[in-house]
């Protein structure tokens, strides 16, 4: 396997590029990859930047260029279901435009032109991812925060969750397009930035894909309140310690 491995912010990618065994360094397209070895696997690291264009132009660098044969995007997401709380891990089981509406001529988030709506995360990466996140919440997480900062961004144990993740060029912060959205999209559980158009570009070149995000809103109007303090003291560790567990061998 060499593993794509993609984050749209600095902070969740610092710890992992500490770790990459003798990493090598190339520039393209406005972005630094780095390829080494991490736990067994090797990776090319990069940085997308937020929203669905700069994740496609990096996913599609990713494939053509640099040849790898899967794709892990991780990062923060909000809540959009009752279920998920904040400090909880979503993997995408598929993932979907919700701003894209060609509509009267195609159906309400279908792909002009490509007959596809939801894009179906590869189930293998998917259930290693979830063995990783699930090995990381009980024997990692709870001694990653103190009580203070437990308390501090309102978080209680984590839990690991399987489902639809919508993305958009928009930071969803209201009420009342998040129930629009859970509306239109019944089982939606996380919305965020660039996902699904990573989706898209390996379903067009035919390569396996995973998504994991971090919950670190509950997508309302509350929801930019201490974003990137939650970023880095939260989402950048629990980021290392999936992935890390994700590419250990076996």
Not at 143 to 149: C, F, K, N, P, V
Not at 208 to 214: A, D, I, L
């Amino acid at each position: 396997m060499h593993l794509g491995l993609i984050s749209a912010m600095e902070q969740e990618q610092t710890g992992l590029l500490a770790l990459l065994q003798s990493p090598r360094r190339e520039t393209c397209g406005m972005r630094e990859y780095v390829t080494g070895m991490l736990g067994g696997t090797r990776c090319t690291c990069v940085l997308s930047r937020w929203g669905k264009v700069a994740a496609a132009a990096t996913a599609t660098m990713l494939i053509e260029r640099f040849g790898v044969t899967h794709i892990l995007f991780t990062g923060v997401a909000g809540a959009a279901s009752r279920g998920v709380a904040v400090g909880d891990i979503v993997i995408a089981s598929s993932l979907v435009q919700h701003d894209m509406d060609a509509s009267p001529f195609f159906p309400r988030f279908e792909i002009p032109l490509l007959g596809v709506a939801q894009f179906a995360a590869d189930a293998t990466l998917s259930e290693r991812l979830a063995r990783a996140a699930q090995r990381f919440v009980e024997q990692d997480a709870p001694t990653l925060l103190s009580a203070d900062e437990r308390s501090a961004f309102s978080m209680r144990e984590a839990r690991v969750h399987h489902g639809i993740i919508a993305s958009g060029d928009q930071f969803i912060g209201s009420q009342a397009r998040l129930d629009m959205l859970r509306e239109q999209l019944p089982g939606l559980l996380a919305v965020e930035m660039e996902g699904a158009a990573v989706a898209q570009v390996c379903h067009e070149f035919g390569l396996p894909f995973g998504v994991v995000r971090t919950i670190s809103d509950d997508a309302n109007e509350h929801a930019p309140v201490d974003f990137m303090r939650f970023v880095e003291r939260v989402a950048s560790r629990y980021t290392l310690g999936i992935v890390t567990r994700f590419c250990m061998p076996g």
